[in-house]
């Protein structure tokens, strides 16, 4: 199933995209699209049932209508990084021996094409298109790989919009340069699990201006999904909701050689992830 939330912000409906491209209105048959709702399988089982009569829903129309972030009541975002061997390469870096985890605040969330803001004093804007994972059953202390992708409740885009010198320069962790407000759009849509077979073999791109800037496989990830998920598991438990962003392919502007070419406002920024759908975010100024 394609999961969606459509409307103004903080307004959004719960919605699905049928098999012909329809949108379709599921505020008659659940809430909101949230971790209590993939947690829920008598919810999951009321969705899936409409899903295969999708033409009994309310047809909604989809000219002119925000699509906002798939999920709502994001629990946490638990970041990979470096979990690409050619983005490692191209930024010098060691492959890790564990991955390398970082934390971003679920305020940072917006739609797929909402704006993204430059932040006051930023030079170094950079882009990365990821594969994001949505928990749907808690999980602690998971014991394999397996466990771990039994545990996700589906897929979407991630744009995990980062800002190099506040990231790398100013001190301390990684955390300044990832929380900048809107430096996380997500969706358009949540592909639920069983629609992905292997998320291991998804392609990735990402173009600047029209520019192909990053064109890469989810197979050249260091740890596969499943991996993640378990390992995670170990240092915090994960809740249906939550959602990790694992890690960008090579291609993007901190890995150029100089003069690298950062974000500015009234760059416009495109991503697509195989099976999950399309973005497009024009930047401006905070």
């Known amino acids: 199933m394609k999961l969606l939330r459509v409307g103004t912000a ?6 699905l995209l049928d098999e012909d491209g329809t949108l379709r209105d599921l505020s008659g048959v659940v809430a909101d699209i949230d971790g209590a709702l993939l947690a829920d399988a008598s919810a999951l089982a009321r969705v899936r049932a409409a899903s295969a009569a999708s033409g009994e829903l309310p047809v909604l129309d989809a000219e002119g209508v925000r699509t906002g972030p798939p999920l709502a009541r994001i629990g946490k975002i638990v970041c990979v990084g470096l979990n690409y061997h050619d983005h490692a390469a191209e930024t010098g870096a060691e492959i890790p021996t564990e991955p390398i ?7 940072t969330v917006v739609g797929p094409d909402d704006p993204v803001l430059v932040p006051r004093g930023s030079a170094r804007t950079d882009w990365e298109v990821e594969l994001a994972v949505v928990i749907g059953r ?3 202390y998971l014991e394999s790989a397996e466990d771990g992708l039994a545990h996700v409740a589906g897929y979407a885009i991630a744009h995990d919009v980062s800002e190099r010198e506040f990231q790398i320069e100013r001190g301390g962790t990684w955390d300044k340069g990832k929380n900048c407000e ?15 077979p292997d998320p291991q073999a998804l392609a990735l791109r990402l173009r600047v201006n029209g520019e192909l800037k990053q064109d890469g496989t989810t197979a050249d990830q260091i740890f596969p999904v499943g991996e993640v998920v378990r390992y995670i598991s170990h240092f915090m438990t994960l809740y249906p909701g939550d959602v990790i962003n694992t890690g960008t392919p090579a291609g993007v502007a901190l890995g150029r050689p100089e003069p690298q070419p950062y974000l500015r406002a009234g760059d416009v920024v495109e991503l697509e992830i195989q099976g999950l759908g399309r973005q497009r ?3 401006k100024d905070a």
């Open 10 to 15: 903080g307004a959004e409906r719960p919605a």
């Open 182 to 196: 809107t430096f996380n759009p997500l969706g358009p849509w949540l592909v639920t699990a069983d629609e992905i």
């Open 138 to 140: 808690t999980a602690r």
């Open 281 to 283: 975010q024009e930047l």
């Open 101 to 107: 985890l970082f934390l971003k605040a679920p305020d």
